[in-house]
């Protein structure tokens, strides 16, 4: 006895069901079968949440490059700390970025900046930083690059 599978129901009852049902279909071409609906909702947060993502690693590397950089009183205990954490940040971006999220990330460069300055701002209470980000995205991913 085969058994119909609603895969429109599936999705709200089993959700792990209901991906690989939405892979089987696909993989077998079976194109009137899909939950399409839901598929591109699905779809849609993967994209916001990889994009969400890059933006987090960035502003992380942005903070530690910051604070490397300009906050001398803490330099000399927390310089080593600051670039393992620019090198595991960037070392998880590099990993993933691709060509548009690479275009994302320079879209939102000066939002990005502007939010790891806040937080070091508030962090430091350091009045030298520049509102204008003093690094280029190539340094910043560059895996050999500190300030």
């Known amino acids: 006895m085969t058994v119909i599978i609603d ?7 089993n959700y792990l069901q209901w991906l690989e049902e939405t892979i089987k279909c696909l993989k077998n071409g079976q194109l009137a079968d899909i939950d399409y609906e839901n598929l591109i909702e699905e779809l ?10 890059v933006r987090s690693l960035l502003e992380q590397i ?12 803490e330099k000399p205990r927390n310089a080593n700390h600051w670039a393992a ?15 548009n999220l690479r275009n994302h990330l ?11 300055l ?7 209470q ?5 509102e204008i980000c003093p690094y280029s995205l190539e340094q910043i991913l560059d895996k050999n ?3």
């Not at 895969?7 to 009852?13: A, G, Q, R, V």
């Not at 849609?44 to 993502?53: G, H, S, T, V």
């Open 145 to 147: 690059w500190l300030p």
């Open 62 to 73: 942005l903070r530690h490059l910051l604070l490397y950089q300009y906050w001398d009183l």
């Open 126 to 130: 350091l009045t030298i930083l520049t």
């Open 85 to 99: 954490e620019i090198t595991s940040f960037r070392n998880q971006l590099n990993e993933d970025i691709t060509t």
């Open 118 to 124: 806040d937080y070091v701002k508030a962090k430091t």
């Open 44 to 53: 849609e947060d993967l994209a916001k949440n990889e994009k969400r993502r």
């Open 7 to 13: 895969i429109k129901t599936l999705y709200e009852s």
């Open 106 to 116: 320079e879209d939102n460069f000066s939002t990005i900046y502007s939010n790891a």
